[in-house]
T-cell receptor, first 111, second 116 residues
Framework: GENVEQHPSTLSVQEGDSAVIKCTYS??????FPWYKQELGKRPQLIID?????GEKKDQRIAVTLNKTAKHFSLHITETQPEDSAVYFC??????????FGAGTRLFVKA | EAGVAQSPRYKIIEKRQSVAFWCNPI?????LYWYQQILGQGPKLLIQ????????DSQLPKDRFSAERLKGVDSTLKIQPAKLEDSAVYLC??????????????FGPGTRLLVL
């Protein structure tokens, strides 16, 4: 079946460094790629998303890139802060249908 | 605006018992989703409603799980009978009507289920 692979499963960085999380998807029909942040015991919160007609999108310290040919997309967090520590999930969907989530990346930002 | 509401927040039952979860989406949101999130994993879509019709229930274990969306607003998810492997957080999400942001999903706080 269709799937989304996410790497790494755990990422530890020093405060101020950058963090990169990568995802690959298998469904060619996927055209919407959101990223969610989930703190312990809380609900997933959308932090940024990208649609297939765009190659890159940036929002302050967060950016997402999409390579449709290779079927992969990445989340980039610059100048990391301790409050960025959480689990991050990528997802892929086709017009809001058939949403598939990655397994998650646990990010630790060390002060 | 008020967010997605879910109840109960926590539930402990014994295997073979029944349980039901309730979700009230954001007002005006046409699409409602139920996800199962097992500890350490990403959310897995169980069922997706568009208004009061089911558009995807391909991953819903229909021998024990059922869901309905009353009048295209609130929704309930039921498990009968529960198994140990059903222990998870059940997340409800909703997204706006057709338009620019129709794919954006807003999640509720979830119901944490423990089956003993």
């Amino acid at each position: 079946g269709e799937n989304v692979e996410q790497h790494p499963s755990t990422l530890s960085v020093q405060e101020g460094d950058s963090a990169v999380i990568k995802c690959t998807y298998s469904d060619s029909a996927s055209n919407y790629f959101p990223w969610y942040k989930q703190e312990l015991g809380k609900r997933p919160q959308l932090i940024i998303d990208i649609r297939s007609n765009v190659g890159e999108k940036k929002d302050q310290r967060i950016a997402v890139t999409l390579n449709k040919t290779a079927k992969h997309f990445s989340l980039h967090i610059t100048e990391t802060q301790p409050e960025d520590s959480a689990v991050y999930f990528c997802a892929a969907s086709s017009g809001g249908f058939k949403t598939i989530f990655g397994a998650g990346t646990r990010l630790f930002v060390k002060a | 605006e008020a967010g997605v509401a879910q109840s109960p927040r926590y539930k402990i039952i014994e295997k073979r018992q029944s349980v039901a979860f309730w979700c009230n989406p954001i007002s005006g949101h046409a699409t409602l989703y139920w996800y199962q999130q097992i500890l350490g994993q990403g959310p897995k879509l169980l069922i997706q409603f568009q208004n009061n019709g089911v558009v995807d229930d391909s991953q819903l274990p229909k021998d024990r799980f059922s869901a309905e969306r009353l009048k295209g607003v609130d929704s309930t998810l039921k498990i009968q009978p529960a198994k140990l492997e059903d222990s998870a957080v059940y997340l409800c999400a909703s997204s706006p009507p057709e338009g620019m942001y129709q794919e954006t999903q807003y999640f509720g706080p979830g119901t944490r289920l423990l089956v003993l």
